[in-house]
């Protein structure tokens, strides 16, 4: 049973910075990626970043330069770096791992993490 542990959310001023860390265990299969999604009030689940196992990485364009997630795939962890953070990054930031077994694909969230952005 894989379980994914984030950690580190909280609340910050506009402008301040976070890190998020995500933990993977329990890993039975091949990975295709990890990232992190977050989902504001009254909106749909969006993208923040997936790091694939060639070391690729997609960000959410309106956050590349704001937002850097490096992954220790050796650990099998995932970090989120946010940077000059503002109200609208509110949301409760999940971490998701891809991958495959037996040729099927298989995923898994994390619980999820509260970020607060207010003055």
């Known amino acids: 049973q894989v379980q994914l542990v984030e950690s580190g959310g909280g609340s910050v001023q506009p402008g301040g910075s976070l890190r998020l860390s995500c933990s993977a265990s329990?890993?039975?299969?091949?990975?295709?990626?990890m990232g992190w999604y977050r989902q504001a009030p009254g909106k749909e689940r969006e993208l923040v970043a997936r790091?694939?196992?060639?070391?690729?990485?997609v960000y959410a364009a309106s956050l590349k330069g704001r937002f850097t997630a490096p992954r220790d795939s050796a650990k099998n962890t995932v970090s989120l770096e946010m940077n000059n953070l503002k109200p609208d990054d509110t949301a409760i930031y999940y971490c998701?791992?891809?991958?495959?077994?037996?040729?099927?694909?298989?995923?898994?969230w994390g619980q999820g993490t509260q970020v607060t952005v207010s003055e």
């Open positions: 329990g890993i039975m299969f091949s990975i295709d990626s």
């Open positions: 998701k791992i891809e991958g495959f077994w037996i040729g099927a694909e298989v995923l898994s």
């Open positions: 790091i694939f196992e060639s070391g690729r990485t």
